[in-house]
């Protein structure tokens, strides 16, 4: 049986990581057999390669070379962690994929939405979330919540200003416009208690539990 491909997007601060955190205790529980990941890393490589892409004193790094290594992290989690999960019929549920690199890179770095999905054609061959929940949310509250946070991981992302954070929204919008049939989108305004339960609810789309 073929599993499935569930990932979770959106800007800084909007409580993925946290909701996933919550997730995996009550799915753990339930009669699916979960993977939980992430992006960049997820493997030893990839992992190396994520503290060079969000290292807060690379701030030269060019956007090309920033797409380039997003992509090829994503390449080895997938082929190392990804896929044989999906084949043995696990559910992956991984914290930010290919349209992250849309968002980001494509639109908020300016280097063209197409462009960098054409980079990461040839690194994913064909593999596609079966679900993406987008956690919608005010960029200035996102980043209210990473300055009041002393447990999450600050970032090179971290410090960019509003204006690109901004930017990183529209893009999110471009990207939801493009695949609409396989994005629902989450108000992470709401508490963390009403969030878990929006997607859980949501989950029963494509899995039973």
Known sequence: MKGKFITFEGP???????VLEKLMKDIKNMDIEPVFTREPGGIHIAEKIREVILHK???????RTEALLYAAARRQHLVEKVIPAIESGKVVFC???IDSSLAYQGHARG????????????????????????FKIDPEVGLQRIAKSSEREKNRLDLENLSFHQKVQEGYQK??????DRMIVIDAEK?????VNDVKTALKRVISF
Request: proline share 6%; no cysteine.
């Open 175 to 180: 990207v939801l416009e493009r695949f609409p």
């Open 12 to 18: 800084e601060g909007a409580g993925k990581t946290s």
């Open 95 to 97: 914290d930010r994929f």
């Open 111 to 134: 280097l063209g939405i197409d462009e960098v999905f054409s980079i990461n054609e040839f690194a994913i061959n064909g593999v596609m979330p079966d679900l993406t929940f987008y």
């Open 191 to 195: 508490s963390i208690e009403e969030v």
């Open 57 to 63: 004193d690379h701030t030269e790094m060019d956007p």
